[in-house]
């Protein structure tokens, strides 16, 4: 993505930040803020689709029933981005985020069909932590073999 357009998402960001500062309390304004998540997701200013969705499930919204699909879109973001990285701590954020003994899980509990989202996206989630821990450990073990010098501490890690 070139600098002119990033720079174009930066300003739509700021200025939306500006628009709805202050009106949390108004009903739309939370959906707002998802739809330009996605939107800016699909411009490919992944900066700005973290924060706008890191708003839509942040205060006064946190007990929202639909924040665990919302905060999927975060992980898919970092993914779209080949930020590994930044998608497993999100992933494992999501896991927590949401699990039962949260103020998240006592707020949303009886309703079935978060209950049900925050089951299957928390499953995939720890699924895709797991495969990628292994992933990377299956590398270093790999790295450690074929290194000609063998360093005790690489095999530890």
């Known amino acids: 993505m070139g600098g002119e357009a990033n720079s174009s998402a930066t300003k739509a960001f700021e200025r939306a930040q500006a628009f709805y500062k202050g009106r949390e309390n108004e009903p739309h304004v939370r959906d707002v803020w998802v739809a330009m998540g996605k939107a800016f997701s699909e411009l490919q200013a ?16 946190e007990l929202n029933p639909n924040n665990p699909l ?11 981005k080949g930020d590994k990285f930044a998608a497993d701590a999100a992933a ?10 949260t ?21 995939r989630a720890l699924y ?12 270093m073990r790999k790295d450690y073999e074929a290194a000609p010098k063998k360093d005790p501490q690489d095999k530890q890690d």
């Not at 494992?92 to 003994?101: I, N």
């Open 70 to 80: 919302v905060h999927q879109e975060i992980v898919n973001v970092f993914e779209l």
């Open 128 to 139: 895709a932590a797991t495969r990628n821990t292994h992933s990377a450990a299956t590398q």
């Open 103 to 123: 103020a998240w899980y006592a707020a949303n509990e009886k309703d079935r069909e978060a209950m049900e989202n925050q089951r299957r996206i928390a499953e």
């Open 46 to 61: 992944w900066d700005q689709a973290v924060d706008a969705y890191r708003i839509a499930i942040g205060p006064p919204w």
């Open 92 to 101: 494992a954020e999501l896991a927590t985020r949401y699990a039962p003994c």
